[in-house]
């Protein structure tokens, strides 16, 4: 895939380096030349220096033969206009804009982009963590018949492995299967002696008929 990213600070440098190591040709665009400093030594895909909403510089780029195009700038307007200049102009669809204030989310989404809005979804992420939110579904096979929901490892079940908090899978209708414990913004996949620690993000997945048992559990550790 050949793609093309605008704005090369914390983010652009990251998601043009991502790309690159996943072997797509990459060119990143930003005003300063300094801002290329960000890109890890070993990026070898195209810089431009130059401000993109020069139609010149997106050109320059490739614009006419990219499969794709990243808005990342610290500027919302800047992201907005460069989006739909490659939207309207060179009728390119896979575009996605960065929101960087969430106050002017509505004007990408009043030009119809694909938008991340980091701040937002970072906000609304935090909170779930801090508020300890018991079985949170975050996923929904099938009609719903098994979901993954998501559980925040409370203090009083510190030291307990895996397979003390879960209910056991071998009785019908009332199994649970640990699908990933994430410690400090790493994941792995659980087994079941691995020791949890309070603030641990575990998701399991299981029926919503065994969910209120399971939240019930989680109150009780000296049932396990």
Known sequence: MNVIVVGCGRVGAELAYRLFTKGHQVTIIDPLVEAFENLPPDFRGRTIQGEALNQDVLRRAGIAQA?????????????????????TTYHLDNVVVRNYDPRWRSLHEAFGLQVVSSASWGAQRIEEILSHSQGRAVFSAGNGEVQVYEFCVPPAWQGHSVQD????????????????LTRAGRAWLPRPEDRLEAGDLLHV????????????????????
């Open 67 to 87: 499969d794709g195009l990243a808005a990342v700038t610290p500027s919302d307007s800047t992201n907005a206009v460069i989006a739909h200049t490659a939207r």
């Open 165 to 180: 908090l879960l209910l056991d899978s071998r009785e019908p209708g009332h199994g649970c299967l640990a699908v990933a």
């Open 205 to 224: 997945s299981t029926t919503p008929a065994c969910i209120e048992a399971l939240q019930k559990r989680l109150q009780r550790p000296e049932e396990g």
